[in-house]
């Protein structure tokens, strides 16, 4: 090979810069595609954690206001589960007491009842032993008026006999 002259290789190294200048402006056209997408990412996610930060916020404020319903909740829950077992204590005392009034008049009346009960069964044995004593008389006289009318019989039959020993 022969010697290259100064202007050969000045040729030749204008055309390699050329070519690096090509690839250098290749490369470098490739890195703004790259920056200008990484540009338009970085604006996608800054638009993201907008949205991101707005939603979390809203979402801190409906956390917040389902704590306090909660809470509000469990406390009137409480209080009306007291008041109702409240309720149905001084229900349940009135009924004990209206029960103990209606026992002790119920316990009176039976007392009376009893003792009334005890005055008609005595006034029963008076009227049995009095009844008693009236069909004894009323069984006394049929007793005399069957054996008068046995007399009475005999005496018609005897009558007869003489009647009829005449004719």
């Known amino acids: 090979m022969a010697d290259m002259t100064r202007e050969e290789v000045d040729a030749k190294i204008l055309a390699n810069e050329a070519r690096s200048d090509a690839q250098v402006a290749a490369i470098l056209a490739k890195i703004d595609a790259i920056i200008a997408r990484m540009d338009a990412f970085e604006r996608e996610m800054r638009e993201t954690t907008r949205d991101i930060v707005a939603e979390m916020r809203t979402l801190k404020r409906t956390m917040v206001i389902t704590i306090i319903s909660a809470g509000l909740a ?25 029960s103990g009034e209606w026992r002790s008049k119920m316990e009176h009346r039976m007392t009376g009842m009893e003792q009334q009960m ?34 009475e019989a005999e005496r018609g039959s005897v009558k007869r006999e003489r009647e009829s020993g005449r004719n």
């Open 74 to 98: 469990v406390v009137f829950g409480v209080a009306g589960f007291n008041a109702a077992l409240l309720n149905n204590m001084s229900a349940m005392y009135d009924s004990g007491t209206a």
């Open 118 to 151: 005890a005055d008609n069964r005595a006034e029963t044995r008076q009227q049995a032993a009095e009844t008693r004593q009236i069909l004894d008389k009323i069984n006394q006289r049929l007793d005399a008026i069957e054996a008068h009318q046995r007399v």
